[in-house]
């Protein structure tokens, strides 16, 4: 998209910022007290404080560097989620079995990568478009899958099968992979006091999530 770069927000700074995901529940008190909920957003939307991570004016510096060639709010970028950045547990390796993707009819070639959260009651699905590449493992009913046998477009997420290595019908397409959170600034303005910075306290950057 030419409203997005492929570039990732300073690491050292996203590391150490603060935020998660976002829903948006309209709640009704009904007179006998009941409580009548509906979800007004079918996925949620993340947030995040960059601020927090600024530690040293070099940090600060490559932050207004990255804040002016985005031009503000205007174009998209990747952001590391230090709390979900993978498709497996937290402190496992990235496995091919991690998630699954789909189920071959024999004929789709081209699946998108989700992450699955929760899974007794009523789990959600989570469209990832911006893994790292090179991070990503394949598998089909198990048996792992390597180049040519399939292509990723780390742009996107799509999982593409070479032709002639569609996955069977009925058969299993996991994946593993690291990804990237696609977001914006929140803010078309940075306000920095540099007194108030070199007394310890920290610069508002509002970081959100969008769909690419």
Same mark, same amino acid.
């Not at 040293?56 to 804040?67: C, E, H, M, R, Y």
């Not at 024999?106 to 009523?122: D, E, H, M, V």
């Not at 996991?174 to 920095?192: M, N």
């Given at each position: ?129 911006? *893994?790292? @590449? +090179? &991070?990503?493992?394949? #598998? ?6 390597? %180049?040519?046998?399939? $292509? ?14 569609? *996955?069977? @019908? +009925? &058969?299993?397409?996991? #994946? ?6 696609? %977001?914006?600034?929140? $803010? ?14 920290? *610069? ?9």
């Amino acid at each position: 998209m030419s409203d997005f770069h492929e570039v990732r927000f300073p690491l050292d700074v996203s590391l150490n910022g603060r935020g998660g995901p976002e829903r948006r529940t309209e709640i009704v008190t009904l007179g006998s007290n009941r409580e009548s909920r509906n979800a007004r957003w079918a996925h949620s939307r993340r947030r995040y404080e960059a601020g927090y991570g600024v530690k040293t004016l070099a940090q600060l510096s490559d932050v207004i560097a990255f804040f002016e060639e985005r031009r503000g709010r205007l174009y998209g970028f990747r952001w590391r989620d230090r709390a979900d950045f993978a498709s497996c547990a937290p402190g496992a390796s990235v496995a091919a079995g991690d998630q699954r993707i789909g189920v071959g009819d024999g004929a789709q070639r081209i699946f998108p990568l989700t992450k699955t959260y929760g899974g007794a009651f009523a789990p959600y699905v989570r469209s990832i478009a911006k *893994p790292v @590449a +090179g &991070s990503v493992r394949v #598998a089909v009913d198990g048996a792992e899958k390597t %180049a040519p046998q399939f $292509s990723l477009d780390a742009t996107t997420g799509l999982v593409t099968f070479s032709p002639g290595n569609a *996955p069977p @019908a +009925g &058969s299993i397409v996991t #994946a593993g992979f690291l990804f990237d959170v696609p %977001a914006r600034f929140d $803010s078309d303005y940075l306000e920095i006091d540099m007194q108030a910075f070199e007394a310890g306290a920290i *610069p508002k950057i509002p970081i959100i999530e969008i769909t690419p």
